[in-house]
């Protein structure tokens, strides 16, 4: 495509002759004759190049190009003066003014064409070094998102591993317990049962299945209790809409959960301190999920495989602030570190796939800090190497204006 120049003079003379020269050259051609038409012209026939005449009657050059360089999509318009005085102050205003280069009157002819040719490559440059950095941050964007999401999921189906793990208990007890109940079933002596052996022999059975019947209740309703949580987490998960929920409920689900984690259920000293009045805080469920799991997660992992692992879990009220604070006492961060840990992809830990110890994406803590503060929340961190670490989470407390299920 040929590029456009727009040629600002107020004397036709001068127009004719640069005219020639670019057309010549094979560019297309707008004029204007003062600075009003110039800007109008900017607009309407979107130039690749401004020729422009510093002295023109009305506005001038100088303040025509300063107009220009106000418009943020101008700012890559190569503006070129066209001077017949040129002192070094002139040109300094120019400049200034947002002006490339300046062309000196009277014309020549390989100056001038020089000139254009490597102003319009500048700009092609500039242009491309600009959608490349638009492009790199859309990539950035959409692969933090998909890293995110990934997260997300990893930490699902750990947890679902840990469920399975979890359902085997009763699930074994049934199955073993069916096992038995039939061997001792078919031993009984069914037709004979009037000698006083026989009668003992089925009392003991009766006694046996009561036992065993009492056993399968239990683990019943144990499978039962981990698939409730299960779908309870897994609804307000999925829900995306801000409500009005008390804080304590939302952590007490979450922390039944965490028991499907064989660190937290079994090698975790844990104390748990829920405020008996309720916390009512306006949020996304789903989304108070994430922050309370990456914390939690990210406690525990600090804690893999240290003796006297330790975890304490506390809401409480501050005023206007519904608060939880999940500490640990774990190695803590050291100083340095910790400007670092809210930044995307900062991670001490390895990445996936490499031995059997807690890895890392290093999107934890920065989700959760923008999570946090979108709902005006204050994340605080307290920590100091060899004294553990604790995150404090503060929420708005909401007054229910309506009944809270
Ligand atoms: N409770 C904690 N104790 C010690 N270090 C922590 C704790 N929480 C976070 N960190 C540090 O912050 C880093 C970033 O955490 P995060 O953003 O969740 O990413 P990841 O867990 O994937 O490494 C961790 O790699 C770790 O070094
Ligand atoms: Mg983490």
Known sequence: MKNLIL??????????????????????????????D???????????LVLLDVMMPGMNGITVCRKLKEKEQYTNLPVLFISAKSSTEDKLEGFNAGGADYIAKPFDSAEVLARVKTHLKLREAMEQVEQYNKNLEHLLRERTKSLITAERNAAFSLFSQGIVHNLKNPITIISNGVQLLEMKYEMLPLDDNSNPESISQLKEFIDYSSKYYKKFHNANNQMLNMLNNLMAKVRSDSEIDARVLNLNELLEQEIQFFNADLQFKHSTKKNIELTSEPLYVKVVPGEVNQIFQNLLRNALDAMYDQEDARIDIRTY????????????????????????????????????????????????????????ENYEGVLTLNSEPGQGTEFIVSFPYVKPTYSVN
């Open 7 to 36: 040629i600002v003079d107020d004397v036709a003379e001068n127009i004719q002759v640069l005219g020639k020269i670019l057309s010549d050259d094979g560019y297309d051609i707008a004029v204007a004759q003062n600075g009003m």
């Open 38 to 48: 110039a800007l109008e012209m900017v607009e309407n026939v979107k130039p690749d």
């Open 317 to 372: 009220r501050k005023d206007t602030r519904a608060c939880f604070s999940i500490r640990d006492n774990g190695p803590g961060i050291p100083r340095e570190v910790q400007e670092n840990i809210f930044d995307p992809f900062f991670t001490t830990k390895p990445k996936a796939g490499s031995g059997d110890g807690p890895t890392g994406t290093g999107l934890g803590l920065y989700m959760v800090k923008s999570l946090v």
